[in-house]
């Protein structure tokens, strides 16, 4: 998966693809509920199992020490580069995004008449 990958797909709560890295032991959510407020309209809120969650803790603790340092540095190394999610590129995306909003802001009037 690439960032552009994620415009359209946005999540992969579902595990919709299954296919990534060694350093990655994937765990879906058993459960996906909606939560809402009138702040937040709804928001989806993913819970795995705990058996799932304690499966894959495992299976990294049966790998040995070594390959989970190798498999460790392969993450460090995809987070910092291809992920772009060191604190340099975030904060690039971040002005980048913001300045964005500047050139698109529409302001919102501060009341409207409607004739009953």
């Given at each position: ?31 996906i ?5 009138p ?16 499966d ?8 040995g020490?070594?390959e ?29 995004n ?14 409207t008449?409607?004739?009953?």
């Open positions: 998966l690439t960032a552009e990958d994620y415009v359209e797909l946005k999540s992969n709560h579902r595990g919709t693809y299954t296919r990534h890295g060694e350093w990655v032991k994937p765990v879906f959510p058993s459960n509920s909606c939560q809402g407020s702040m937040t309209p709804y928001i989806f809120d993913d819970r795995c199992s705990f058996e799932d969650a304690g894959a803790l495992l299976e990294w603790y049966n790998v020490t070594e989970r340092e190798r498999c460790g540095e392969l993450g460090r190394q995809f987070v910092l580069n291809e992920g772009r999610m060191s604190s340099k590129h975030l904060s690039e995306s971040f002005i980048e913001i300045e964005t909003c500047f050139e698109k802001w529409k302001p919102r009037a501060k009341y008449m409607e004739a009953v």
